[in-house]
């Protein structure tokens, strides 16, 4: 939504004032379509030549989800917090091995059907899951496995951010394809110098058309995008953070209460539930 609502006021802002000043927008009505053509066509296909398969795919994955707000809130890490001490308080009261039907079978799991919302997130559930397999099993400790998190929250992290970097290269490269549309307009008008100077007035304006729509479209659209697909990649990085932090500190030892108030800590502050919320949200799901 906020997206959206950005894309408006910076059209409104630059052709509102271009408006104030006294432009004309016949010309840029007549220029812009063939400017347009000119660099978005060079940025796409430059696009598909720097970025292999992989990316390429992620990133129109990921574009849609840019136009929808975060799902990182603090409803969603209380569930995950409540999840994490539900799991721990019943290994630590039966054994690691009564969580073993759980881990395996987590779409069955009596415990994780408590947290839809976190069951239907595939990913974030196999991480849980992989990590709790190997504390039932027993044959790492806890230097070990949080070294083994580290490198999966770092190739995750570096995953997230290919689609952001694609994206602000694109950003990146606009401006210069706005510079090759305006010289194609300035070679157009050189061709014609035997024109009224008003007509080529009008064909130089066009062709300056282009390098406003490619500084346009770089700092006023596709830059923002990628900026903001970064943060959304922070935040899905912390949410495995969170799990890290929670089953660490119980591997040392720590009761369940305790270790999750160890992942509640490390969450971003706008983000973190209180001790009181995440106290109460447990024994509200307990009643």
């Given at each position: 939504m906020f997206v959206i609502i950005g894309y408006i006021v910076v059209v409104l802002a630059v052709f509102g004032g271009y408006a104030i000043a006294g432009g004309h927008f016949g010309v840029l009505a007549k220029a812009a379509p063939i400017e347009m053509l000119i660099i978005a066509g060079a940025a796409f296909?430059?696009?598909?030549?720097?970025?292999?398969?992989?990316?390429?795919?992620?990133?129109?994955?990921?574009?849609p989800t840019l136009f929808k707000g975060s799902r990182y809130t603090k409803a969603r890490y209380m569930s995950l917090l409540a999840l994490l001490y539900d799991i721990l308080q019943k290994a630590r009261k039966e054994g690691l091995m009564s969580?073993?039907?759980?881990?395996?079978?987590?779409?069955?799991?009596?415990?994780?059907?408590?947290?839809p919302e976190i069951q239907a997130d595939h990913h974030l559930v196999e991480f849980i899951t992989d990590y709790l397999?190997?504390?039932?099993?027993?044959?790492?400790?806890?230097?070990?496995?949080?070294?083994?998190?580290?490198?999966?929250?770092?190739?995750?992290?570096?995953?997230?951010?290919a689609p952001a970097g694609a994206i602000q290269k694109v950003g990146d490269g606009l401006p210069a394809f706005g510079i090759v549309a305006a010289v194609l307009g300035v070679?157009?008008?050189?061709?014609?110098?035997?024109?009224?100077?008003?007509?080529?007035?009008?064909?130089?304006?066009?062709?300056?058309?282009?390098?406003?729509?490619?500084?346009?479209?770089?700092?006023?659209?596709?830059?923002?995008?990628?900026?903001?697909?970064?943060?959304?990649?922070?935040?899905?990085?912390k949410e495995l953070v969170c799990?890290?932090?929670?089953?660490?500190?119980?591997?040392?030892?720590?009761?369940?209460?305790?270790?999750?108030?160890?992942?509640?800590?490390?969450?971003?502050?706008?983000?973190?539930?209180?001790?009181?919320?995440?106290?109460?949200?447990?024994?509200?799901?307990?009643?």
């Open positions: 296909g430059a696009f598909l030549v720097g970025n292999n398969q992989k990316v390429l795919k992620a990133t129109f994955a990921t574009i969580i073993e039907q759980d881990v395996d079978a987590p779409q069955d799991s009596a415990l994780f059907a408590n947290y397999r190997m504390m039932v099993s027993g044959n790492l400790n806890a230097h070990e496995i949080e070294s083994l998190m580290d490198s999966e929250i770092e190739t995750h992290h570096q995953e997230l951010h070679v157009k008008t050189m061709a014609s110098v035997n024109q009224p100077p008003a007509v080529l007035g009008g064909m130089i304006a066009g062709a300056l058309v282009g390098t406003f729509l490619g500084i346009l479209l770089s700092y006023g659209f596709v830059s923002p995008l990628a900026g903001l697909l970064e943060q959304k990649g922070e935040e899905a990085t799990v890290k932090t929670t089953l660490l500190a119980s591997m040392q030892g720590y009761a369940p209460a305790i270790a999750v108030e160890f992942g509640r800590k490390v969450l971003f502050s706008t983000e973190r539930p209180s001790f009181g919320e995440l106290e109460d949200a447990v024994k509200q799901r307990r009643a």
